[in-house]
């Protein structure tokens, strides 16, 4: 089956048949244009994407590389993606790099053989990350999307990390609360940089952080093992991920212990973890389709650096 078959079906010439499958159809008159999609159908041929892209410039299609598919907040974030570019007809390629930069930089060195008009990325590493994403950014479309890396001069969507730390600092000490835990991970991410310098900057005596590995459920139930062994307990814990939040929670209840009676907690993200658990989880509420929105708007060149601003969703375990 070929091209000139699809033109002598709708009774066309092989040009303009070509014009409308590559999606340039100026000048094409709207019924013949109609004449060649039944024709297609018809004979059931199929277009050639990457000849068409090398035609049209442009394949459709926009990669999301993220971190962590597992985490719930990229998974959100990368379903929210998938809807929208469904809406817009387009298709979105996700790529995890399991949080390393090593495999980060292994697959933005092969993007080139990855057929997509643009390239979304969280971060994996604020310092590591810089020098391979900088060098794709000189060679096509790139916006950094939650995190940012360092040296980097393509544009950026993220949330206003230091305005959501004092939004939920303050609402547990509107709560009674002086002696707050922050569970935060020790990667090397700008989210978590600037979370955990907000709170070091708003901390009182009482006032703590707490470095776990990362950002897992894992991670949430070591903390409430260290915390239950401290003879200085907190009386409110800010997590910085829902995920985190969710195994401090279980492991709190396992002990014996009530939320937000004995600790008040509080957490990031907004995910669907947060509304289910039990009791439900204080929050700051997901900006995922903020992020959406603003990135694609970066990409068709709509400015710099886009700054979203958190809003607080409270729930049972803060009282």
């Known amino acids: 089956m070929s091209l000139k078959d699809v033109a002598a079906r709708a009774e066309v010439s092989v040009t303009t048949a070509s014009r409308v499958l590559s999606g340039v159809q100026r000048n094409v008159d709207p019924e013949l244009a109609e004449r060649v999609r039944v024709a297609c159908e018809v004979l059931g041929y199929k277009v050639n994407a990457a000849a068409r892209a090398l ?7 926009i990669a999301l590389v993220v971190p962590a598919v597992a985490n719930a907040y990229f998974a959100e974030l990368v379903s929210a993606y998938s809807r929208r570019l469904g809406h817009l007809g387009k298709r979105l390629v996700t790529i995890d790099t399991d949080e390393s930069p090593e495999i ?8 080139d053989r ?12 604020y310092e590591r990350s810089g020098a391979a ?16 890396a360092r040296g980097v001069e393509a544009p950026s969507v993220r949330l206003d990390n230091t305005a959501g730390v004092r939004i939920l600092v303050d609402h547990l000490r509107s709560r009674g609360r002086h002696r707050i835990l922050m569970v935060d991970a020790q990667e090397d991410s700008s989210s978590s940089i600037e979370r955990t310098s907000a709170f070091r900057a708003l901390a009182g005596p009482g006032d703590r952080v707490l470095e776990m590995p990362s950002f897992t459920v894992a991670s949430g139930i070591e903390a409430a093992k260290r915390l239950l062994a401290d003879p200085h307990e907190p009386d409110a814990i800010i997590c910085t991920a829902d995920v985190v939040a969710l195994g401090l929670l279980t492991a709190l209840q396992h002990a014996g212990k009530r939320v937000p009676d004995d600790y008040a907690i509080a957490t990031f993200d907004g995910t669907f973890v947060s509304a289910t658990a039990a009791p439900g989880l204080t929050t700051l509420g997901s900006v995922a389709e903020g992020m959406v929105e ?13 700054v979203l601003t958190p809003e607080l969703v409270i729930r049972g375990s803060s009282g």
């Open 114 to 125: 990855v057929l997509v008009d643009a390239v979304l990325i969280v971060p994996a590493a």
């Open 55 to 61: 035609r049209v410039q442009s394949m459709d299609a």
């Open 104 to 111: 980060e930089q292994r697959q933005l060195a092969g993007m």
């Open 294 to 306: 603003a990135s694609l708007t970066l990409l068709e060149g709509g400015g710099g650096d886009v």
């Open 133 to 148: 994403i900088a060098e794709l950014s000189r060679s096509g479309r790139v916006v950094q999307v939650d995190r940012r």
